[in-house]
């Protein structure tokens, strides 16, 4: 996987609202469909979206570590 | 047992209750945006087939890039649709609720909290801006004709690129003061990793800024005065916009605590 992968809107940075989706915005927690730890799952599949192909390795990691 | 429903609800955001709004014609996966109103505030949402966006999906695709990017593209286009004419807060993702009923029982239990977030950034909306050092100007330099001035030069290469790094500091610095004078709020954002834009030129500041419906005017004033300013160091400005205030709502809302 590389960072060449991920589509690209025009006019549109992906990682501008990456970096967006992570930090803002209403969160909600507990009764929706998906439990919290598929939350944590998607924002580890949002910071590979970020995430320089050199630097995944060490995301994942992070996250087991968690 | 978990069974996936036929459908779930995606919410994109949170407007104010009660009043008609354009709707965009299409969200996620092609399906169409509606309204539901709870009284004091409402919420934009779509109903998805839960196969392809239920929680198995989601699971699925956790660590999907591309499904992730798509998703995100989609909600993101239509709450960009939504900042065009009326004030949203913007859902983080996931944003999938069971039916209408469990989105409606979150908006009626968290309703203050909403309206109070929803009047904090009426009339507003965000716009980024980034600098980009687009080229370092490179020190003027005479072949050296001894050692001792080719070590002279080279001392002052450094010295000189020292001073354009304080310099540009001072620059930037200054652009995003110039900013925050015209912004009702603004944040500094760590700049991101060449790696990330795929870029080659730095990121100097990557900053957002609420600014006012009415004002957007004397804002981009600021920025072409900032363009002029910056461009003799060879920096660049881009802006991007009109964002839901993304860094101006960080509301975490769990509907299972009672309100004290």
Do not use: C
């Not at chain 2, 309703?111 to 507003?124: I, P």
């Not at chain 2, 020292?162 to 900013?179: F, K, N, T, W």
């Amino acid at each position: 996987m590389s960072i060449e992968q991920i589509p690209s809107a025009e006019g549109l940075a992906l990682v501008d609202l990456v970096d967006r989706l992570i930090g803002g915005g209403v969160v909600v927690n507990g009764d929706v469909v998906l439990s919290l730890a598929g939350v944590d799952l998607v924002y580890v599949g949002l910071r590979l979206v970020l995430a320089p192909a050199h630097e995944i390795g060490r995301v994942l990691v992070a996250e087991e570590a968690r | 047992m978990e069974v996936d429903s036929a459908t779930v609800v995606h919410a994109y955001g949170v407007v104010v209750g009660g009043t008609s709004l354009p709707l965009p014609d299409t969200g996620i996966g092609g399906s169409g945006v509606a309204l539901l109103d709870a009284g004091p505030v409402a919420a934009v949402f779509s109903r998805l087939p839960g196969t392809d966006y239920g929680e198995a999906a989601w699971r699925e695709h956790a660590e999907d890039p591309s499904w992730l990017a798509d998703v995100a593209l989609e909600h993101q286009k239509v709450l960009g649709e939504l900042i065009e004419s009326t004030d949203v807060l913007p859902m983080r993702l996931p944003a999938m609720y069971r039916d209408e009923m469990q989105l409606h029982e979150l908006l009626t239990h968290e309703a203050s909290l909403f309206r109070a977030a929803l009047d904090s950034v009426h009339d507003h909306v965000e716009w980024s801006v980034q600098l980009f050092l687009a080229s370092e100007p490179e020190p003027v330099a005479e072949k050296p004709m001894s050692g001792r001035e080719y070590i002279l030069q080279k001392s002052d290469a450094a010295r000189q690129r020292q001073d354009g790094r304080e310099r540009r500091q001072r620059v930037v610095r200054e652009a995003y003061a110039s900013l925050v004078d015209v912004s009702r709020q603004s944040a500094a954002n760590p700049p991101h990793d060449p790696a990330l834009t795929g870029r080659s030129e730095v990121m100097l500041l990557n900053s957002a800024h609420l600014v006012s419906r009415r004002h957007e005017r004397l804002f981009f004033d600021v920025i072409d005065e900032t363009v002029e300013r910056v461009s003799p160091h060879g920096i660049t400005v881009e802006v991007r916009g009109p964002w839901p205030p993304y860094n101006f709502v960080e509301l975490g809302v769990d509907p299972r605590e009672t309100p004290t």
